[in-house]
């Protein structure tokens, strides 16, 4: 039987920030080892690998050297081929905490890259690797150019920040889709995005997402996580991915935006001023007018096409006539039901308990014609349809 070739990669120094409250371990490690951090990500690997040890006659685990791999596998007991030594600090950077002996040598972004471009030509079955979404970052820059780039992959939460769709929802969850390969069981593959923040910027406060690219994952729903579906994650980061994907399909029209924080994001990231309670225009990703009426409006978008950017209000569910009258019913017919962007968490949709989306947009003939199913954008690339129905039309 063809034994199951497993490339392995451990960014040990993932996660290194987080417990010290610096938002990532980005150029930051010696700090968080001044201020009592630990390694987590070499733990981390071991509880996914934990779930395959009983399939250790199968595996050839094909790593780099040290921290990076080497160490914990061959500590596991499975069969290591070592194929990249990465150039380590002679000094292992300590913890300054007397009660911790906890210590890693560094490893670089380049010793990630150059490890994975000798694991390509290893014909590997699975690219297993430890980290966040700064070492999918380094993962995919080399993944991008390679030519076996449809190689998949799976990563083994272990960062700051779990951004990325290419990651399993915990490390157990990593193992258990390893451990269905293993068992030829049928798992499709998916292609999953590579995101990742500027954590400098995210450190001062300011969210700044960016999408890098795609790899293939197996398509494991119920253990690889979605990019942002909710729950946990830091709401910044969620409004940011919301953000990205609303300015990535921008075009040459103008775009209303609507009040709300939802919605502010959006002008966050292109870095405008924002009327946070009020409707500003932007054309091209600049902003044309602020905080304008409705007179204003029909003005600017006389024989000009245009699209609306709104969100829901939060436990009601308005998107139409609550805190953006502004938005006319002459206005709205003008736009068209099709050109009605509607941006939402899925906390926020959660909430509503199943209750459909409502507009009261003071002309009732003009809200039965906007029932329907939406599409609201909850993240980058990913949304969910969603009613829009008046209780009181739907029962007249």
């Known amino acids: 039987m063809k034994r199951f070739r497993l490339g392995l990669i451990i960014n040990p120094l993932a996660g290194l920030g987080g417990s010290v409250g610096l938002k990532g371990s980005d150029n930051v490690a010696q700090l968080a080892f001044e201020k009592g951090a630990e390694p987590k990500a070499g733990l981390r690997m071991q509880q996914a690998l934990a779930v395959i040890e009983p399939f250790k006659d199968q595996i050839d685990i094909i790593t780099a050297s040290g921290d990076m791999g080497q160490n914990l596998a061959v500590e596991m007991g499975f069969s290591v081929t070592c194929i990249h030594s990465y150039q380590a600090n002679d000094t292992a950077l300590q913890s300054s905490d007397s009660n911790q002996s906890s210590s890693v040598y560094q490893s670089s972004a380049d010793d990630t890259q150059q490890a994975v471009k000798a694991l390509l030509n290893e014909s590997l079955d699975l690219l297993l690797f430890a980290g966040g979404d700064g070492t999918a970052r380094d993962i ?3 993944m991008d ?3 076996p780039a449809q190689l998949p992959v799976l990563g083994v939460p272990a960062g700051v920040k779990i951004h990325s769709g290419v990651y399993a929802i915990t490390p157990h969850a990593a193992g258990i889709v390893v451990s269905m390969l293993l068992k030829r069981e049928l798992v499709s593959l998916m292609s999953a ?10 450190r001062q406060g300011t969210v700044r997402a960016k999408r890098f690219g795609e790899m293939l994952v197996p398509a494991e729903p119920r253990y690889i996580q979605a990019v942002k579906m909710g729950g946990k994650e830091v709401d910044e980061l969620v409004l940011a991915d919301i953000a990205a994907d609303v300015i990535n399909q921008m075009e040459d ?9 939802t919605v502010a994001a ?3 990231d292109l870095h405008l001023d924002n009327t946070l309670l009020g409707v500003d225009v932007i054309q091209h990703q600049q902003l044309i007018a602020s905080d304008v009426t409705a007179k204003q409006l029909l003005e600017l978008t006389e024989d000009k096409p245009a699209k609306l950017v709104i969100t829901l209000i939060g436990g009601q569910g308005h998107i139409l006539g609550r805190g953006n009258q502004q938005l006319s019913p002459q206005l709205i017919k003008r736009i068209g039901k099709d050109n009605i962007i509607i941006l939402a968490t899925k906390t ?3 909430a509503l308990e199943g209750r459909p989306l409502i507009v009261d947009s003071g002309d009732p003939e003009l809200d039965s014609a906007l029932a329907g199913y939406y599409k609201i954008t909850t993240g980058y690339h990913d949304y969910v349809m969603y009613q829009v129905a008046n209780p009181d039309l739907s029962e007249s």
Do not use: P
């Open 253 to 261: 029209e103008l775009y209303i935006i609507g009040s709300g924080s």
């Open 140 to 142: 995919y820059a080399v």
């Open 145 to 147: 150019d390679s030519l």
């Open 266 to 268: 959006v002008m966050e």
């Open 348 to 350: 926020k949709l959660k």
């Open 193 to 202: 995005d590579v995101m990742d923040i500027d954590e400098q910027a995210f």
